[in-house]
């Protein structure tokens, strides 16, 4: 009987969640950024090998909200903990003392599956520790540079989900359509060119997607918060976004396997997130007790 199941890759800000969903994938599906809280919403790969598939769902991470989007992005977060057979609570190596199952290192976890273990990421860092990771019944060390401990890590989240058919082709990579992907890749590009602080006021809309012309034309709508806003994104002469859009259509098209065109638009959507209605525009689940 094949298995399949639901694997969480949880953890703080910045904990390496992204990077090993897509080593695990084996391309790059979550957006990466040395700057934290760059996943808003949940990323979904698929891992499938011989007669297991493993569903890995890359949620925003774990933080203590300071505003709504925040909110919303916890809640996203505790939603997918919710629906998961297995959870791995990723956090850094070199970043001591390392956490514990008991107690859980974020109360958000108590809503999440009872099968649990401490991923500890960037192992490759640890260079005055043996090279064998330190595996233990609830902990495992791991490196989405040089493969340690991928392997044992893939062979706990197999005897950790459940029997049953496959619930995706076997070659699928992701649940969630290439739209989903282009925004992502235009806000990661955001996070690459912009300041400290800019591109947390970044959201994106794809407004038009023919995935059936040559190239492939995808037209997306870049929003932000204030006008001083809008111009710093679009820059003198339109040079930075032009080249976001030059970054970001290089990875939609790695995805893709085809020519993009992309056609970016700079608007203002003022304190969108601060509004409950904006934010649910841009698919992000909003907390009970703020809904409109």
Same mark, same amino acid.
């Given at each position: 009987?094949?298995?399949?199941?639901?694997?969480?890759?949880?953890?703080?800000?910045?904990?390496?969640?992204?990077?090993?969903?897509?080593?695990?994938?084996?391309?790059?599906?979550?957006?990466? /950024? =040395?700057?934290?809280?760059?996943? &808003?919403?949940? @990323?979904?790969?698929?891992?499938? *090998? +011989?007669?297991?598939? %493993? #569903?890995?769902?890359?949620?925003?991470?774990?933080?203590?909200?300071?505003?709504?989007?925040?909110?919303?992005?916890?809640?996203?977060?505790?939603?997918?903990?919710?629906?998961?057979?297995?959870?791995?609570?990723?956090?850094?190596?070199?970043?001591?003392?390392?956490?514990?199952?008991?107690?859980?290192?974020?109360?958000?976890?108590?809503?999440?599956?009872?099968?649990?273990?401490?991923?500890?990421?960037?192992?490759?860092?640890?260079?005055?520790?043996?090279? /064998? =990771?330190?595996?233990?019944?609830? &902990?495992?060390? @791991?490196?989405?540079?040089?493969? *340690? +401990?991928?392997?044992? %890590? #893939?062979?706990?989240?197999?005897?950790?989900?459940?029997?049953?058919?496959?619930?995706?082709?076997?070659?699928?990579?992701?649940?969630?359509?290439?739209?989903?992907?282009?925004?992502?890749?235009?806000?990661?590009?955001?996070?690459?060119?912009?300041?400290?602080?800019?591109?947390?006021?970044?959201?994106?809309?794809?407004?038009?997607?023919?995935?059936?012309?040559?190239?492939?034309?995808?037209?997306?709508?870049?929003?932000?918060?204030?006008?001083?806003?809008?111009?710093?994104?679009?820059?003198?002469?339109?040079?930075? @976004?032009?080249?976001?859009?030059?970054?970001?259509?290089?990875?939609?098209?790695?995805?893709?396997?085809?020519?993009?065109?992309?056609?970016?638009?700079?608007?203002?959507?003022?304190?969108?997130?601060?509004?409950?209605?904006?934010?649910?525009?841009?698919?992000?689940?909003?907390?009970?007790?703020?809904?409109?």
């Amino acid at each position: 009987m094949p298995r399949c199941g639901t694997i969480v890759l949880s953890g703080r800000p910045n904990a390496g969640k992204s990077t090993l969903l897509n080593a695990l994938v084996g391309q790059q599906l979550g957006i990466t /950024s =040395p700057k934290p809280q760059s996943t &808003r919403l949940p @990323v979904v790969g698929l891992h499938t *090998e +011989g007669d297991c598939q %493993l #569903i890995l769902v890359d949620p925003p991470g774990l933080l203590d909200p300071a505003y709504l989007l925040q909110e919303a992005m916890l809640q996203a977060a505790i939603d997918v903990l919710r629906e998961a057979d297995a959870m791995l609570y990723l956090h850094p190596i070199t970043e001591e003392p390392w956490p514990t199952l008991d107690p859980l290192p974020h109360a958000a976890l108590s809503e999440g599956p009872v099968a649990r273990l401490i991923v500890l990421m960037k192992a490759d860092l640890a260079l005055d520790r043996p090279r /064998s =990771p330190p595996i233990t019944p609830d &902990r495992i060390a @791991v490196s989405a540079v040089t493969g *340690e +401990g991928i392997p044992e %890590l #893939i062979a706990w989240c197999r005897r950790h989900v459940p029997e049953r058919p496959f619930r995706y082709a076997t070659d699928d990579v992701s649940t969630q359509p290439v739209r989903f992907f282009a925004a992502e890749f235009v806000r990661e590009a955001a996070f690459a060119l912009l300041g400290d602080e800019l591109p947390y006021a970044v959201a994106v809309e794809i407004d038009e997607f023919r995935e059936h012309s040559d190239p492939q034309y995808i037209r997306a709508t870049i929003y932000v918060e204030r006008d001083s806003q809008k111009a710093m994104v679009i820059g003198r002469g339109g040079r930075t @976004v032009k080249g976001i859009g030059m970054r970001a259509r290089q990875a939609i098209e790695h995805l893709v396997g085809a020519a993009v065109f992309l056609d970016l638009h700079v608007k203002t959507l003022k304190r969108w997130r601060s509004s409950a209605s904006a934010l649910q525009r841009f698919g992000f689940p909003i907390p009970a007790t703020r809904r409109p």
